[in-house]
């Protein structure tokens, strides 16, 4: 079985050799092992060769080579359905990336959408603000212009009650005036009049003592 195999295995390789211009029983042999570690697990042939050099019959060293050869492919296959293969592996990350590539994609299409979204109601919210900023402002420059009419009117109040304050107290203080000018004048009246009876008493109490003194002189005299 070995050696049907081998020979098997190397006719397609032969042919190819002899397309490629290869001579010679080297060449031969390498391209022979070169194909069985590419395609082969184990190389019945040198294998069988291998146990006929160590002093066993081609039949049991056949039949070795063949158990051998069996449990090897069994665990292959035991391998195989235990572990995936390289390129079923490819095969599943390629569609993972794939996936992955798809859900970026998705993503990227649902954030932008997101953010046009986003910035549609920014821009709502902005003209909101602004609106209400206009309306806020108007309504302060309105109660800054009553505020200043109120002022205003309430100076030109406070004006006038001032300009009647000042004068009140220039009559006042003219009223005032004039009653000491009067109280002066009366206290001035009142010291001469008062100077004037004084002299006129004195002049009585002068006359008065002339005349006891001559009537005095006179009863002396007599």
């Known amino acids: 079985m070995a050696s049907r195999l081998a020979r098997s295995s190397l006719q397609p390789l032969a042919t ?43 039949d049991t060293a056949e039949q070795l080579a063949r158990d051998i050869s069996a449990v090897i492919l069994l665990n292959k296959q035991k391998m195989d359905e235990a572990f995936v293969k390289q390129s079923m592996m490819e095969k599943i990350i390629l569609e ?48 800054s212009a009553s505020q200043r009419l109120d002022m205003n009117l309430e100076k030109g109040r406070m004006r006038d009650d001032l300009q009647g304050i000042r004068d009140k107290t220039t009559e006042l203080v003219i009223k005032v005036d004039r009653d000491v000018n009067e109280l002066r004048s009366g206290v001035e ?16 109490f002068s006359a008065m003592a002339f005349t006891i003194s001559r ?7 007599g």
């Open 96 to 143: 993972q990336e794939a996936r992955i590539q798809g859900f970026k994609n998705e993503l990227s299409k649902t954030q932008d959408m997101l953010q046009a979204s986003v910035n549609k109601d920014l821009e709502r919210q902005q003209s909101y603000l602004d609106k209400m900023k206009a309306e806020v402002r108007h309504e302060i420059d309105k109660l």
């Open 16 to 58: 190819l050799h002899a397309r490629r211009g290869y001579s010679g029983p080297g060449s031969l042999e390498e391209a022979r092992k070169a194909l069985v570690s590419n395609h082969l697990l184990v190389d019945t042939l040198d294998l069988t060769k291998t146990f006929e050099k160590t002093g066993l019959p081609r």
């Open 215 to 221: 009537f005095v002189q006179m009863s002396t005299g």
């Open 189 to 204: 009246k009142a010291k001469n009049d008062t100077i004037k009876s004084v002299i006129t008493i004195l002049g009585t």
